[in-house]
């Protein structure tokens, strides 16, 4: 929850939390009002929405498991109109998690501006006064 809050902190920036939650939306409570409350979106109920089918699992503790879907790929409002396409790779070699891959656009949001340098300091007297004694007189 705390980490929703320091996000929001941010202001409206494209953000995403990824990872391996060890929960889905049923299990968490901070996980479910996240992704019902109209601030972020699932990867995987956006492609579930767009395609019709069943969201799939990805972790799979045992060979004979049925599985569970705790891999998310969370974006808030401003990063998820850059989505295109989330699927999950069922090769499972190395871990017991299988791959999740999404594809953005990500040229949707770049954003262009000013960026204002701040000045120097002064450099120190003896670099910009005149050594002609005479020529500071006038």
């Given at each position: 929850q705390d980490l929703f809050k320091y996000i929001a902190s941010?202001?409206?920036v494209p953000c995403c939390l990824l990872?391996?939650?060890?929960?889905?939306?049923?299990?968490?409570?901070?996980v479910f009002s996240a992704t019902h409350g109209g601030h972020w979106q699932d990867a995987a109920l956006l492609q579930h929405t767009r395609d019709g089918l069943p969201m799939e699992n990805t972790c799979y503790v045992r060979e004979t498991s049925r599985g569970s879907r705790i891999d998310h790929?969370?974006?808030?409002?401003q990063l998820a109109g850059t989505f295109r396409e989330y699927w999950?790779?069922?090769n499972r070699s190395i871990s017991v998690h299988c791959l999740v891959h999404i594809s953005l656009e990500i040229e949707a949001i770049s954003q262009c501006g000013k960026r204002f340098f701040l000045p120097k300091a002064f450099p120190e007297k003896e670099t910009w006064e005149d050594p002609d004694a005479e020529?500071?007189?006038?």
């Open positions: 941010l202001g409206e990872g391996d939650l060890n929960t889905n939306e049923d299990a968490s409570p901070t790929f969370l974006m808030n409002r999950v790779q069922n020529a500071e007189k006038y």
